[in-house]
């Protein structure tokens, strides 16, 4: 086994520094146990660091500078310095200075992925307002790392151990999500889901399950039409392009009866539709996964946690996930395209073309 499959390098990026991310980096790699499986980089600065790290009681954490020579040392944490100058830092303050190196460590960091210096990232979370500058004017991390890897599409994907969620449209507003819901968006984002379940994942055949936009899935054109003319549409499409989806479904009825349990994964067409019930159902710690980049990108299921921020309270159990799941998926590539360097020829599609739905429990 190659040493980048057996403990690849991980980035990972400092978040908002008035929030909870560097806490949560500092507890999760306390155990040296982590080592055994990767080797961590963190995108940050010294000073910052140990800011936090004087906040945290009875911690094990130590870390190596990289120098110049960009040598690792592989028996502790690794820090870049993404900057030198002395930053103020005030726990749970919202402040323009914390969102810029915020982003100073996530550019630094994707430019390691770009060059092959590491393997994975896993992104501390970032304060949407804070961050906005003339080079990020996204909503997220998810569509800066789309464009910064010049990709067309990509899926946001909670995971956790009995479900994995994926949306349709993620941080715009709810007044604007029937506009966003098209035919095209719903096979693109389909298609994306179905290669990274295979790939990333290790599911030969996954089966999708498509969420409605309406209350009880429109009621028959009742109560809205978007799963008549354009869901329904999309998953005919989908499957005739050997894509094995399933719906719409009524969003309540399909997670309060537990049918989330028979399917790979789920498509939900907006962010709350979907990231509260995976948040409330859940088992395990959940994972942020960017489904349909080159490179392997996780986060944990949280944000800044102002409130708590500079307490040492945040719990670190998501970030640890985050951080191993990216490992994780980095060994199924890598044995999945081992495995298909040689792809035997396609099945035919036509038979998939014709299956009926999964019978759900209707309200």
Known sequence: MSQEL???????????????GLEVIIKSLSDNRILEVCTPIIYANSKCLNFYRKSIRDNNFQFSIIREDGKLNFKQANLMNCWE???????????PE????AFLSLEAAVNDLKSGKIQGLVTAPIHKKTIQSDSFHYSGHTPYLRDSFEQSDVVMMMVAENMRVAVVTEHIPIGEVAAHITVKAILDKLAIMQ????RDFNINKPKIAVLGLNPHAGDEGLIGDEEQKIIEPAIKEAKQKGILAFGPYSADAFFARGSYQQFDAVLAMYHDQGLIPFKSLATGEGVNFTAGLPIVRTSPDHGTAFDIAGKGIA?????????????????ERQFFD??????????STRMLANLEDEKVADE
């Open 315 to 331: 719990k670190y159990e998501s970030f640890l996930a985050a951080l191993y799941k990216c490992v994780d998926v980095i060994r």
């Open 6 to 20: 057996s403990r690849p390098v991980i980035g990972l990026s400092c978040g908002d520094l008035n929030g909870i």
């Open 195 to 198: 290669s990274s379940l295979q």
């Open 338 to 347: 081992e495995n298909h360097a040689n792809p035997m020829q396609k099945r």
């Open 85 to 95: 100058e002395e930053v103020a830092i005030h726990p749970g303050q919202l402040e």
């Open 98 to 101: 914390a969102g810029k190196y």
